[in-house]
């Protein structure tokens, strides 16, 4: 006489309602992070910008690195991020940075993240 095995075949409902809850929450975590990441590239490009137009046509004062810097925050909707910048005279050139925290919400906590960016112009 044979016996047959019987083999289980996939998970059970709890192996896969822990395996759709893990997706569930990098999921809910990715959402909340996409902007903050998109706005600090954003900004990384403003900053990039300037760094190209101080190497085109030097800046003879701060108020054209102010200019520029505002024609650059106007033409990816950041105007609302003017105050976060400072322009400062370093020497025979510029230091412009750029300082503001964001908050990631995830579930368990509230994590707050600091970004700091600094572009020297000469």
């Keep these: 006489m044979k016996t047959i095995r019987a083999y289980q075949r996939g ?3 709890f192996v896969n309602t822990v ?3 893990a997706l569930a929450y990098g999921l809910y975590v990715g959402f909340h992070y996409a902007p903050i990441f998109i706005e600090s590239r954003t900004i990384d490009g403003i900053l990039n910008n ?3 137009a101080g190497k085109t046509a030097p800046f003879g004062s701060r108020y054209q690195v102010e200019t520029q810097l505002d024609r650059e925050l106007n033409i990816n909707g950041m105007t ?3 105050d ?3 322009v400062v005279l370093l020497g025979d050139g510029y230091e412009v940075q750029v ?3 964001r908050s ?3 579930l368990y906590e509230q994590k707050v993240l600091k970004f700091n960016k600094l572009l020297v112009l000469q």
């Design 84 to 86: 976060r910048f400072q």
């Design 104 to 106: 990631l919400d995830l």
């Design 11 to 13: 998970g059970s409902v």
């Design 19 to 21: 395996i759709l809850l």
């Design 80 to 82: 609302h991020m003017r």
């Design 50 to 52: 300037l760094r190209l």
């Design 99 to 101: 300082e503001y925290e």
